[in-house]
């Protein structure tokens, strides 16, 4: 089970990956756009979609961990190791 750090930005022009960056603490986090505004889960929704298509994994396999409702959010991906999660999101 993996454990990704993404920080995300809704209500943007188009929903894309922009890369990793380093959060206050230095750890890395993932900065994810998407065009859903953050009504009824509607941003976050959309993030678990978008990440399910990048990591080629079911949606069923993401889960929101931390952050349902900040900007910083902690996000589960069952059936991946941490390793094999940050090869198939480097390079998007």
Avoid: H
């Avoid at 022009?13 to 990793?20: C, E, Q, V």
């Amino acid at each position: 089970m993996a454990n990704l750090a993404v920080r995300l930005t809704p209500g943007a022009s188009t929903d894309r990956i922009d890369g990793w960056d380093v959060d206050a603490d230095g750890r890395p986090v993932l900065k994810v756009r998407v065009r859903a505004r953050p009504v009824e889960g509607e941003a976050n929704d959309a993030l678990i979609k978008l990440l399910a298509r990048a990591l080629g994994a079911p949606k069923s396999a993401l889960a929101i961990q931390r952050g349902g409702q900040s900007r910083t959010k902690m996000i589960e991906v069952a059936g991946l190791s941490n390793d094999e999660m940050r090869s198939r999101l480097t390079g998007l």
